[in-house]
């Protein structure tokens, strides 16, 4: 007897949609059981896509996909939406190298419209989707999913005051997973919007405010008396809508977004209502599943685990990650001077703060999905006289470029922003890469840059930052992990500005090594002296101030040397450093040892290093053919 009759039945849509409406809760139970069951074996996002089971059966049995378009914010929530399209049997290959992506994809399935990853986006693509469909005479329906916490973005925002301007007919779903269902509360919205979606309600309206108009004198008054009143009633009535209508959606909901059933008949309901349109739907995170439900945040991703007791595999106690070593040591700091604050685009776990908001939650501003925001915020407070550490992935910095530019560095405000997953970021694939950093910092007015190489690297530039006043100041690190008895929080080493560190001389190649390549770099010497080579090298931890001096005499004394980068090509160190040499040593140079410039899918760093050869094999190997 199968595991999952009901989900056995269904490869695509087309076939979930030929069961009953009464059979979907047996589909919800058997989709749940078989995330659980998959990802208790291999890992992956987990809590949140839990908490959208019902609203993506709902979805797809509401509407004609592909021909009706689906887009997801974000995507981390889509594996629901992946089993149903025909990727169930890939599922425990997610994450993993030349498996399904955590994400959405455009390449894995005509289902997956954009490749997603940020927040925030779903809202201006839809809308784009609805003015092309608009204007090419087509009339398939637009649907956007968006979470509670990315339509507080500053995009999703503007992304709704222009559909509320243009007015196409397109549906937002806002998955508010954060409030909990009220019994009362749902019944009496429950009611409510059995009224106000109806067809009857919606045509009677139109035809009374045309009734009217047509009575001489008092008719436009009554019109504007009548919706106002209307107005009133449902702000008041259904307070959470208030801001939607006023951006120009017509507001409905919120409904229990586990109730399948009910949820189609609201699907198929609002379909039918011409312009923008927003239903709100409320759904709990790790449901169906006991400790996901109680710890959500703890849920979100999951390494394999026990499905009795969601017991994870225990890691190894002396490892830390390098971003606990940052929340631990701006602790330290703090301690010792009151002025330190540290900011966070909503990434209080993922930058390892947590501890650091429950010591200093007075100095801990997370500022929410808003990049930009948090970047001039961040800015501001420097001129305030406060010490603000910005922490935030490599990845989302981007999303910040303008206020970098404009609100930080031509102002030279010495903010110190720690840029983490910096590099090949693994399971998360392409739309995570931090690849591109170095380029656009090196390319910025007054801003200095650290690239270290090592954990306690981190430690002692956190603390060197802390007394930088010169202007803007970043370093950048992977996601790895650093060894708790090799760390010294309390006596860090001192750094001194602009300095590069020469390992080792040799006059047959050089070895310039950026960052977190130094291990490999290490190893690619090692290979090298074995096949008879003389080689240099050298742990850069200055990109900018570029210690000129130092590299210059050594590169007088070599033959060769090559750059080994963690960053993409064109948008790494090279670029700035190779503009900083003096020209007359450029004959000498090699390769830059990086990423080519394509999207780099996710997988685990190692295998995507010997993917395009930048393991110690690979490096040796083309050294040695270049030379």
């Given amino acids: 007897m199968s595991l999952y009759p009901y989900l056995d039945q ?5 076939d979930l949609r030929k069961l009953k409406t009464s059979d979907l809760p047996a589909v919800c139970k058997d989709l749940r059981e078989f995330i659980i069951d998959t990802l208790a074996g291999v ?23 592909p021909r009706d378009r689906l887009i997801w914010d974000v995507g981390h929530q889509t594996y629901p939406h992946k089993i149903l399209t025909g990727r169930k049997n890939d599922l425990h ?30 809202v201006s693509q839809a809308l784009g989707e609805a003015c092309a469909r608009d204007l090419v005479g087509e009339t398939y329906k637009v649907v956007s999913v968006i979470g509670d916490a990315s339509i507080a973005t500053g995009m999703a925002l503007e992304a709704m005051n222009h559909g509320g301007h243009v007015k196409p007919d397109m549906l937002v779903i806002l998955n508010d997973n954060y409030m909990s269902i009220s019994k009362n509360v749902g019944s009496i919205s429950n ?79 609002v379909a039918k209502i011409k312009g923008p349109v927003l239903l709100h739907v409320l759904t709990q995170k790790g449901k169906g599943y006991k400790p996901a439900e109680v710890d959500p945040i703890k849920y979100h991703g999951v390494t ?20 606990k070593i940052v929340g631990r040591t701006l602790i330290d700091l703090t301690k010792k001077n009151a002025n330190i604050a540290v900011i966070t685009p909503a990434m209080i776990e993922g930058s390892g703060l947590r501890e650091y908001q429950e010591a200093y939650p007075k100095h801990t501003f997370d500022v929410g999905i808003a990049e930009q925001h948090s970047v001039a915020f961040a800015g501001a407070m420097t001129n305030g006289g406060v010490i603000p550490y910005m922490c935030i992935y490599s990845t989302f910095l981007t999303r910040g470029m303008d206020q970098l530019v404009e609100d930080v560095s031509l102002m030279n405000l010495p903010v110190r922003f720690v840029i983490d997953r910096a590099g090949i970021v693994g399971a998360d694939g392409e739309t995570h890469q931090g690849l591109s950093d170095l380029g656009y910092l090196a390319g910025l007015p007054n801003m200095s840059i650290m690239v270290p190489s090592s954990a306690q690297d981190i430690i002692d530039s956190l603390h060197f930052m802390k007394d930088h006043t010169e202007g803007p100041v970043a370093i950048r690190f992977p996601k790895e992990n650093g060894d708790l008895r090799e760390l010294k929080f309390e006596t860090p080493n001192p750094v001194q500005k602009g300095k590069t560190r020469v390992l080792s ?12 390549m130094l291990s490999i770099s290490k190893q690619v010497k090692e290979k090298l002296e074995a096949a008879g080579k003389k080689v240099g090298l050298v742990d850069l931890f200055w990109l900018r101030p570029f210690d000129k001096e130092t590299i210059e005499q050594i590169l007088g004394e070599v033959s060769r040397f090559a750059f080994i980068d963690e960053s993409y090509v064109h948008s790494g160190a090279s670029g700035y450093l190779l503009n900083e040499i003096d020209p007359k040593y450029l ?16 997988g685990e760093r190692s295998q995507v290093l010997a993917h395009y050869q930048l393991d110690p094999e690979g490096i040796t190997k083309e050294i040695i053919r270049l030379i």
């Fill in 10 to 14: 269904i490869q695509t849509p087309e």
């Fill in 93 to 122: 290959t997610v994450r993993k190298w030349g498996g399904l992506s955590g994400f959405p994809k455009r390449e894995e399935s005509v289902y997956d419209l954009y490749n997603t990853g940020h927040a925030g986006t779903s």
């Fill in 304 to 323: 394999p685990f026990n499905k009795e007791d969601g017991k994870m595999a225990s890691s190894d106690s002396n490892k830390i990650s390098l971003s």
């Fill in 191 to 269: 009611y409510l919007n059995n009224i106000i979606t109806s067809q009857i309600y919606n045509k009677w309206k139109t035809v009374f405010y045309q009734f009217l108009k047509w009575l001489p004198l008092i008719g436009p008054a009554l019109e504007a008396a009548a919706q106002n009143m209307e107005s009133s009633i449902k702000h008041f009535m259904l307070r959470p809508g208030g801001l939607f209508e006023d951006l120009g959606f017509n507001y409905y909901g919120p409904i229990d977004g586990h109730d399948v059933e009910r949820t189609v008949q609201m699907l198929r309901n």
């Fill in 587 to 602: 004959s000498k140079f090699l390769k830059t040892f990086a990423l080519p410039l394509e999207p780099i899918h996710h």
């Fill in 505 to 516: 001389k040799g006059n047959d190649v050089l070895l310039i090594s950026v960052g977190s």
């Fill in 43 to 65: 890992g992956g996002h987990f809590a949140s896509n839990l908490g959208v089971v019902e609203l993506t059966v709902a979805l797809h049995y509401a509407f004609q996909t």
